[in-house]
Every structure is written in C-alpha cells, then in structure tokens.
C-alpha cells in the first residue's frame, strides 16, 4: 500500500452570506490550497469533489458546475457523496486516486452555499425524508436530531446543561479561528435560554448556515517528501452506511461510526484508541453530537462522554483535546467544507502550525470523523505526523 | 504555513441578506418546478392500501423473526425475500419524541399566540417486533408530559376521507 | 499497476420504459440478487459498495441514504458517486489497487420514468447565472452541438439517421432493450422537428432499470469465476461546463478520457486493438462524435462507415450491438453501466442474437448528457 500525505491547505472564511459564487468559493480554497505547497495546477494528476445535497446551492448536477473552480477542468475529476458525512470522505476518496498507484498528486475540494436555498436550507431537507411513508408528515432534520438527542440523554440520563457545554467549548475555541463565522463567550445558561427550536434542541445548541469550501493537496510518499518537510500521513480510513430505515435503529448509540471508526483504526494498526490518539475533531453540527460520536470513535466508554467533557479533558489543554478548531458550532457548518476543515485542523495541529489553536504536548496522532444522511454514516481518517 | 486572518480574508465577502433583498447587491432567483411520481412497488403498496382500510400490515421474515414495518419486499439484513403478511396493532409505545417549535422550513410557530408546538415521536407498533418504529406525530397531549414508553393509539381519519397515504393516520394519542 | 481486477459478476433488471410494478429498492434488488449469483458470493464477502445515484433524479436531497439496504450494505463500508456508473467503477477499481478490499459491487439505478418534468431538470443544471434566465430547452444545446459538429466534419442528417435505424434495429433482438423498431432513415428525417437539425427520432427516449456489478482482484477472481472479464484501462474527464466557452464540434470529455484508458492498457491503434464499442448515443450524432474523439474514426469518417454498414453488427468495427441508449433508453446516470453490462455479455458470449465473432477485447464509454462535458471510458478483454 502507497503511503499518502496530505501536504497543503487552504480554507475560506465561513459566513452565512457570501457574495462569491460555489464556483468562486471552491476557487479560493483550491488556489490557496496550492499556494500553500508551492504548487500549480498543472502538477495536480486529478481532482476529486465533495458538496452535499445539490439542493442548497441550487444547482442539480451541482458537481458538473463546480468542475472549473475546482481545477478539474480537463483532468480526471470525480464527484462522492455520503451527505453530512462527505466532507471527511473526501480525503478517503483523494486517498484512492493516490493511493491506488493511479495518480500521484491529486487536489481535493469541499464547497457549500447553503444560503442559496431561500429563505432557509431546512426545506430543502424535506425531500430526505422517504417520499411515501415519511414526507406527507412533514418533517424536517431539526426533528430527528432533537428526537436522537432526545434518546442519547434518556438512555445515560445526560442533562441539558452538561450538553451545553460543548457549545461553549466549541464557540470559544472558535475564537482563535481566522475563518470563525460564530465565535464567542457563551455560558450555559446562554445556550439554555436561547430559542426553543426543538426540544431538546435549543438555538445555540445547533451549528449555523454557512457558505464556505475548503481543498487539500494529497500526495504519494516520493513527491511529498520533495513538496514538504512536514508531510502529514493519511494512516487509516474508514466508512459505513447504517440502514435507511431510521426509525427501526436505537438511536442512543452510532453504531455507524464505531465500524468506521473500526476499519479506520485497523488500517491504521490503532489498538486502543483513547491511549495512541492525541487530537479530535468530531462532527458536531449539534451539541451531543460531539459527545454522541466521541462514543462511537472509541475515546470513551459508552455513557462516559459527558464526564470527560466535565473533567475537562476535551478541551483545548486536556489530554484528548476535542474540536479545538471550534468545530461547526463555532466556525460555522458548510457540510462538505466542514469536514475538510476538521481534517485541515488536525493537519495544521499535528504540524504544529496552529496557531493560537495549538494545543500542546506535541500531538502525533489525530482522528477527524463526519457523520450524515440520516443519522446513519459515519466516515473517520486517522491522520500522524 | 500557518492560516493567518489575513490569508482568509479576502476568500470571501460577506452579505447581508438585507442588502439582497433591497437589490443593493443583484441576485437571481430560481424557482425550481419539479415533479415526481414515484413508484411504490408491493410492499410499500399494500401497505397503503390497507391505511386506506384502517389498518397496519407489517411483514415478515422467517429468518431472523423481524415483524418489519414498513413492510419490504426483502429482509435488509438477512438478505433474502421476506415471508408472509402479518397484520400489526394500530397501538404502540413511544420510542423517543421532540417538542417541536418550528415547522418544515424552519419557520416558527406562533406558541406564544397559543399555537401547540408540534410533537413528533418514532412510535414502535404492537405486533411488530421490538425496535420496529415509524414516525409520526403525536396530539391530544401535553406535549411536555410525554414520556419514553408512553402507550399511545392511532386516531385515524374517517374512512371516506382516507386516500391511501401515512397522513390516513391524523396522529397518536395516548391511552390510559 | 500491480494488480489485475475483473468484472466476474453482472446483474440487471432488463430495461423498459416504466417499471410500475416496483420501487427502486426492488429493483436495484433484482439485479444485486443476479449479480451475487454470477459472481457466486454474498453481500457478506463484499468488501465495499459504490453506488451511483445524483439526487434530482432519483428525487431525494441526499439520495445516498438509500442506497445499502438493497444491496445487503447495511453498516458496511458504502458510498456514493454522483456521476456516471462508469465513474463508480473507477472509483471501486481504485479501492481494491488500494488495498480496501478483493471485492467491491457497483450499483446503478434509473427510475427515469417517474421525473415528471425532465426538461425543467435539465435547465436547473445549467448556469443560474448565465443560463437558466434564458429559458433555453436542453434540446437545443444539443441541436446547437449537432449542427456544429455536422459543419466541421461533413456529416449529414442522413448519416446520423442511420445511427437511429441501425441501434433501434439491434435493439429488437436483444431482449434488454425496450425501444426496439424497424424504421427507415426517412422515418427519423420526417420525424417532428424538436431543434434543428435535432429530430424527435435522434433523441433517445428514456428508460428504467437497474444495474449491479461486482468486481474482483486477480486472485479472487479467477477462484470464483471461469470468465472474469479484465479492466485493462479506465479514463474519465469532464472539460468546462461553461456553455459559452466549450468546444462544441469535438468531445474533448471523451477524446481525453479514452487517451488515459488507452495509455493504461497500452493500446496504441485502438480501431485495430479493440474489436467493438458501446459507445453514448443520446442523440444519434453524438455515437459518431464519439467514435471520433476515441480515434476509432477519423475526424468525419464515422458518418461515411456507418452509412456504409461498417458499424452494424455484422460490420467491420461494430458499434452498439445492443441497441444503444437510442434502443435500449436513456439511462442518464446508469447509461455506462448499461455499456459495461453490455460488452461484459459480449465478452462471455452471452449476447445471443446480438452476439459477435470472436471478440476478445470491448470498450464502453458514456457521457453524462445534457449540459455536461463529462465522460468516461473502460476498455475490457476476457
């Protein structure tokens, strides 16, 4: 197996409204991206895309019209898609094209304009629902998060205000974040008093619309050792559908993420997880969420994530720091471009070049993760310096 | 290579949706007209056909023992066709629920004018097996005094005025 | 590359204008049972699934979430392409050249025939800056692509008509297709004019159905199958999506995507190296573009050949013997899986009426249709 680094980065700001079209968006994370490993485009074999569904940016084939921004313009260019959890299947993608002996650079691009569809992106989220036995209800993802949360806290007898925290973890991590669409100091009692969106769900517990896209640079062993003197190794990937049929899974536990988180793990030669994995940054596009995958990942037992986060061993200075880029619920959340900003976040952290982020103790193992669709994928790499 | 503020800066402009909507900034609007018929097949059919009875079928499968509802053509699992019909209760538990301030898209209900919230629940059906959950809505109940494994009824609509959808069921309710 | 991979497992449900009697879930059932069967494994032994769905076709945002329970993918690695099933199978070549796993299943799907309103579909895919206000229909992208292409290379109406008459004609003996008909090129000359030079008869009609294939590494393969069908090269581009600035005589998607197969299987005379093709024929000229593009035909050579036969299935390089997109119906994301299942059979000597001679090595290339630049290329050998 060809061992594959990630060598460069590049990231947008994430605001709710952004002038710039998906096309522009993809265009600015990709050029830095090259920027950033000296890199042209003309060295780049292939380009893989990920977005989610074409319904927010309005586009069908939306992976058609974002070839040219993306730089796959005349190049093997190939779009995937896990929904909420596409952002972290695409490196794993990218990791194909190189590893595979294909290709030995290819460029990996995340875009998402979410504000597109108006006047909110929730309705475009009516149409994930079955068509026949779902729809006629309804319903929109705030209901089945608030219902999965809902049983996560019934199952542990987790409490509101110890969830919360995550968000105030998140939002004032955030704070150190150049691309931040959300950062700052809450208390809990901020996240309990806001809005009622869904009981359990409140405002702040959920993360922002957000426009934004973020692009990698992957290269095989013999061209990252010549682009870069810190190349940062894709060791272990992993991914797993769980069924479609929601309403039939007990949702306490993402059973989804652990047989990623698995097959990553195994790649990866990661026996105990919570000991040889340094950095985190699990999908939180809601508060438990965090806590929920941080379960599925392995870091804790089962029913032990609220007690970390209380110890305090998620944040930034504990000993499994978690989310210390801010996550979706302080940077913002621009699915795709979310979960490559995870994996930028723990490439710069593993490099040591975070920044005011820096968590310290000189990390050399880091695990990003996404999850998606309806609350049933999970996609995981594990990335060391 | 750290990424600095000013690296990102310029990556994106933010607008206000304000400047939008009074046109200070140009925008296209597209209103996507698209339609579907979907095809149910067998299994999804009949199930509607009997919502249009009044009634619930499930089906069955003779290998792992899983009353499945919806009902489905082949066992998801153990990968083969599923086995008979087996007609389920129009009872059930409720799994896990919400207390729902907003509705489809976002927009929020009038609670405060004394509008009920809405109050969506995954409810497992007597007669299938455990786990087996649908969702649907619940009414006629405080929505803050539902409960994980509260036992609730299906409150159908009038025979004549069922068409054969998952709405021929108006919502659940909960019985003493 | 180390590895060799093989096709040792094909699966469809066959391909007709509607499917009434079944859901998408039954149907991708079907044709996942066949392929299993063929391949002689179970979902089990699978080590990771592709599937291929884009979300306004099949109706749903984030169409993925359908896709494992009838595959038998449940909590299995799966994901899913957005593209061309031919892209799929690139994408589950790659995983097992990776080390991901032996065996890997690729499924497609069409339920065509429940998209109520494609032609409004279609212009949503188009710029909605540039594009959309204009209100053009999708049909005279393609008229304006025909008419451009016929003025570079001298092709007539009457060369392309022949395209029409010689796929829906191959279509009748193959009893996967659901468009088959006896008609003279008169019949597509006089058909109702929808953008000209574009006919009514030059536009495939479409269909639904199902497509699954299961994939293997060398080892595997030749354990588990007596006529494991080789991927010797596979190639997949898209150039611009901008309509203004595309190059609208020449398939340059195709042109460099089959020069990136080509090079992997090391072909070099791909008319004398390869024995037939399936290749895209959405609209009749575009099975003549494309031929050219691949170098199976000179620039303006394609129209000549196949009014002189050279294409039929008796012909001197056959092309689409199966009846093509115009015979069997427009697939859209599933059409290279139909190409694929197609020379898989032939390749077998599965083809029945429509089997060819001694064929030892097929290509099959698809295109993405309406307003992409997108392509893709395998070629096969048994």
Request: proline share 0%; no cysteine.
């Given at each position: 197996m060809r061992r594959v680094a990630i060598v460069g980065a590049g990231l947008t700001k994430f605001y709710r409204n952004v002038q710039e079209t998906p096309k522009e968006l993809a265009y600015e994370a990709a050029k830095m991206a090259l920027d950033s490993c000296e890199?042209?485009?003309?060295?780049?074999?292939c380009v893989v895309i990920g977005t989610a569904p074409d319904a927010f940016d309005g586009l069908h084939m939306k992976g058609e019209y974002l070839t040219d921004g993306s730089g796959g313009y005349r190049k093997p260019y190939m779009r995937h898609y896990v929904g909420g959890g596409t952002g972290v299947l695409s490196p794993i993608h990218g990791w194909f094209h190189v590893a595979s002996g294909m290709f030995d650079t290819c460029l990996v691009v995340a875009e998402e304009k979410m504000s597109s569809a108006y006047p909110h992106p929730a309705g475009a989220f009516l149409t994930i629902f079955d068509h026949t036995t779902e729809q006629p209800l309804y319903p929109t993802l705030i209901w089945i998060f608030a219902i999965e949360m809902n049983r996560f806290m019934t199952t542990y007898g987790y409490r509101k205000e110890d969830i919360a925290l995550v968000a105030v973890k998140n939002k004032k991590n955030a704070m150190d974040h150049p691309s931040a669409q959300l950062p700052g100091e809450i208390t809990v009692e901020d996240v309990l008093n806001s809005e009622i969106m869904a009981w359990p769900v409140n405002r702040l517990d959920i993360s922002p619309t957000s426009d934004g896209a973020a692009a990698i640079v992957l290269a095989a062993e013999h061209v990252a050792r010549r682009v870069t003197e810190k190349p940062i190794w894709i060791d272990g990937v992993g991914w797993a559908l769980d069924t479609a049929y929601w309403c039939t899974r007990d949702l306490y536990y993402p059973d989804y993420v652990e047989v990623a988180a698995r097959m990553a793990y195994k790649m990866a030669g990661i026996k105990e997880p919570s000991k040889e994995i340094h950095i985190a940054e699990p999908y939180d596009p809601f508060t438990y969420k965090e806590l929920h995958h941080i379960e599925g990942l392995l870091l804790c037992k089962r029913g032990e994530s609220v007690q970390m986060l209380l110890d305090g061993v998620t944040q930034r200075t504990g000993n499994l720091p978690c989310c210390p880029s801010g996550g979706a619920l302080g940077v913002g959340n621009p699915i795709a471009a979310t979960g490559l900003m995870k994996i930028i976040e723990i490439f710069l952290q593993l490099r040591e070049e975070a920044g005011k982020r820096q968590v310290p103790g000189k990390p050399t193992c880091g695990v990003a993760q996404a999850w998606g669709d309806l609350m049933q994928v999970g996609t995981v790499v594990v990335m060391r310096s | 290579m750290e990424i600095m503020e000013k690296d990102v800066a310029k990556t994106a402009t933010k607008l206000k949706t304000q400047q939008i909507l009074e046109g200070k900034v140009l925008s296209v609007k597209w209103e996507p007209n698209l339609k579907y018929a979907w095809d149910n097949g067998p299994a999804l059919g009949r199930y509607l056909a009997e919502l249009k009875n009044g009634r619930i079928i499930a089906k069955k499968c003779n290998k792992c023992h899983r009353i499945m509802i919806p009902p489905r053509m082949f066992c998801e699992l153990c990968w083969r066709p599923t086995d008979e019909w087996v007609f389920v209760k129009d009872t059930g538990i409720v799994n896990t629920w919400v207390v729902s301030y907003v509705d489809w898209k976002a927009g929020r209900l009038d609670i405060k004018g004394g509008v009920r919230p809405i109050t969506p629940a995954v409810i497992e059906i007597?007669?299938?097996?455990?786990?087996?959950g649908i969702l649907h809505l619940l009414d006629e109940v405080d929505p803050w005094k539902i409960y994980r494994g509260m036992r609730v009824k299906a409150v159908w609509k009038p025979a004549e005025e069922r068409i054969g959808a998952i709405t021929d069921i108006k919502y659940f309710k909960p019985i003493e | 590359m180390t590895k060799r991979v093989a096709i040792i497992g094909i699966g469809t449900t066959g391909f007709r204008a509607t499917t009434p009697d079944l859901s998408y879930r039954e149907l991708t059932y079907e044709a996942a049972t066949k392929a299993y069967l063929d391949a002689g494994i179970e979902p089990k032994d699978v080590d990771a699934f592709v599937s291929t769905a884009e979300d306004f076709f099949e109706g749903y945002s984030i169409a993925d979430e359908y896709s494992p329970d009838q595959l038998g993918a449940v909590l299995k690695p799966i994901y899913t392409i957005p593209g061309d099933f031919i892209h799929s199978l690139a994408s589950a070549y790659m995983m097992i050249l990776s080390g991901i796993g032996d065996i890997m299943v690729v499924q497609g799907m069409s339920k065509a025939s429940n998209m109520l309103t494609l032609s409004e579909l279609v212009t949503f895919a188009m710029d909605p800056i540039y594009n959309r206000p204009l209100k053009e229909s999708p049909h005279a992208v393609a008229g304006m692509e025909m008419a451009r292409f016929m003025y570079e290379t001298g092709t007539t109406r009457e060369q392309c008509a022949k395209v029409v008459v010689k796929n829906k004609k191959n279509a009748l003996t193959n009893p996967l297709a659901g468009h088959g008909v006896l008609i003279d090129p008169d019949y597509v000359l006089n058909s109702e004019i929808v953008s000209f030079p574009l006919t009514q008869m030059d536009i495939s009609p479409h269909s639904d159905g199902a497509v699954v294939v299961v994939l293997a590494e060398e080892k595997t393969a030749k354990s588990l199958s007596d006529k494991p069908i080789w991927i010797r090269g596979i190639g997949w581009c898209s150039d611009t999506p901008g309509l203004e600035t595309r190059n609208w005589a020449e398939a340059v998607y195709a042109q460099i995507a089959a020069e990136m197969a080509y090079k992997m299987a090391g072909i070099r005379y791909p008319r004398k190296e390869i024995n037939f093709a399936e290749v895209?024929?959405?609209?009749?000229y575009k099975e003549l573009q494309h031929l050219e593009a691949m170098r199976i035909c000179k620039k303006g050579e394609a129209g000549p050949l196949t009014e002189m036969g050279g294409t039929e299935i008796d012909g001197e390089f056959p092309v689409n013997p199966s009846g093509g997109c115009l015979g069997v119906g427009n697939l859209y994301e599933l059409n290279g899986g139909h190409k694929v299942l197609e020379v898989v059979r032939q390749l077998r000597g599965e083809a029945g009426k429509n089997q060819l001679k001694d064929v030892t090595t097929g290509i099959a290339q698809s295109w993405r249709g309406i307003p992409t630049t997108t392509g893709t290329v395998v070629i096969l050998s048994n």
């Open positions: 890199m042209k485009l003309s060295d780049i074999d | 007597d007669g299938a097996s455990k786990g087996m | 895209n024929d959405e609209f009749s």
